[in-house]
């Protein structure tokens, strides 16, 4: 079992900044892939970012291309998401996920075999 803890979230302007962090846990030498997602009230969850936790380029979602970062510390067994120029359209519950499976379907939620609890990002207008 993996188990990922995310904090980081809260409240922020139209044009800030956030980071989350993403811990992890337990048996995280089976892990492959790190995401983050995202789930807005009435959506479906939509992904976000990934990375392979051996290293390598990330994948982002088009709609955060160039806004966000997501990357690693494996020292530390967690993975970050820098978030810049907000927008009210981010706002949104946000998941860490970790897959088993080196597949590259990273943006598909059904990769993942772990999740966290999410945390909330709001951004006003």
């Not at 969850?45 to 990330?58: D, I, Q, T, Y």
């Not at 979602?61 to 690693?72: E, M, Q, Y």
Request: hydrophobic letters at 35%; a positive charge; aromatic letters at 12%.
């Amino acid at each position: 079992q993996v188990q990922l803890v995310e904090s980081g979230g809260g409240l922020v302007a139209a044009g800030g900044s956030m980071s989350l962090s993403c811990a992890a846990s337990g048996r995280i030498f089976n892990i492959f892939h790190m995401g983050w997602f995202r789930q807005a009230p009435g959506k479906e969850r939509e992904f976000v970012a990934a990375l392979r936790w051996s290293g390598g380029s990330p994948y982002y979602a088009d709609s955060v291309k160039g806004r966000f970062t997501i990357s690693g510390d494996n020292g530390k067994n967690t993975v970050y998401l820098q978030m810049n120029s907000l927008k009210p359209e981010d706002t949104a519950i946000y998941y860490c996920a970790a897959a088993r499976s080196s597949r590259t379907i990273v943006a598909v939620t059904t990769l993942y075999d772990y999740w966290g609890q999410g945390t909330q990002v709001t951004i006003s207008s």
